[in-house]
């Protein structure tokens, strides 16, 4: 009976220290629409790798010197409700030429973190006609041939189809009964549902946009879901990887990774923490290349 009481008293304080916790403030699902995420109270420092608040987590790192021959940058992000995944276009719409700084859009939407997206209003005839549809609303219809798809629906959870799956013929907008919020045409996809793609998949230029260069040492962003709400992304800086070795370096960084897929590259890798780029800093931020959209993870705890 001591012991059960003792139980019930430790739980009663646990709560009671939480509920003060979260007294000034709650955890709301964010609109899914081109708004941005809560005000941030934490601003960017050199030694800043953990942001951390009710609704959310983002643990970054770099390493250098890894086996791996690249400089590479990892995040770890763990958020409350789905909603707090979204993307940004450089304008007001998907479909615009606008380019703008990873930066500048990530503060515009109060990011914690962000990345660059997958180019997709690019004018080359590899990406000219991929599919968008972005915060649930479809932009695009068509289909580029060749090139892998990921869809992330209302749950938050990924679906990679590869190319030759007639993507063109299947219903994008919803995906296990569920709504799809947003969707990439870019790629390839390197893990799907626990299993790695084979090499000859990976480094196939039909399956990637020409620019891309899969088995060239090159810079390269890519995101991944690790489980529940909880993913992973990883940017290569400087010298760069092949996108083989990229998949390798994700599973060795996280082996549980249940799906990853390539966004934009090269010059475009961006990740941004708290508003400021911390990939690349050496090359100055002064000299960050304008993109056409980001993907990025919000705060969704607003104080009262």
Not at 202 to 211: E, G, M, N, T
Request: aromatic share 8%.
């Amino acid at each position: 009976m001591k012991k059960l009481l003792a139980v019930f008293l430790s739980l009663t304080m646990l709560l009671t220290s939480l509920a003060s916790a979260l007294a000034d403030g709650e955890v709301r699902k964010l609109p899914i629409d081109l708004s941005g995420g809560a005000p941030l109270k934490v601003k960017m420092s050199a030694d800043l790798m953990v942001y951390e608040d009710p609704s959310i987590r983002v643990e970054r790192d770099k390493v250098t010197g890894s086996s791996w021959k690249c400089v590479y940058y990892t995040a770890f992000v763990t958020i409350a409700d789905a909603s707090q995944l979204r993307t940004l276009p450089a304008d007001e719409t998907f479909l615009t030429r606008a380019t703008v700084p990873a930066t500048t859009l990530a503060k515009r939407v109060n990011a914690v973190l962000a990345t660059n997206g997958d180019y997709c209003t690019a004018m080359d005839t590899k990406k000219a006609t991929s599919y968008i549809l972005r915060q649930g609303v479809v932009y695009r219809d068509s289909v580029q041939t060749g090139l892998d798809l990921l869809l992330i629906d209302e749950d938050g959870d990924f679906h990679i189809f590869q190319a030759d799956e007639s993507l063109a013929d299947m219903d994008k907008t919803m995906i296990d009964g569920k709504k799809v919020i947003n969707a990439f045409q870019f790629g390839p996809g390197l893990i799907i549902d626990g299993e790695k793609v084979p090499d000859e998949y990976v480094l196939d230029y039909d399956h990637s946009p020409a620019f891309a260069e899969p088995d060239r040492i090159n810079q390269r962003m890519c995101i991944g879901q690790i489980d529940t709400l909880h993913y992973l992304v990883i940017s290569v800086a400087f010298h760069g990887i092949s996108l083989d070795h990229l998949r390798d370096l994700a599973l060795e960084v996280a082996p549980d990774l249940k799906n990853l897929y390539v966004l934009d590259g090269g010059n475009s890798t961006q990740m941004v923490f708290l508003g400021t780029k911390i990939n690349n800093v050496q090359q100055g931020n002064q000299n960050i290349r304008p993109i056409t959209d980001i993907v990025y993870f919000a705060s969704a705890y607003f104080e009262d």
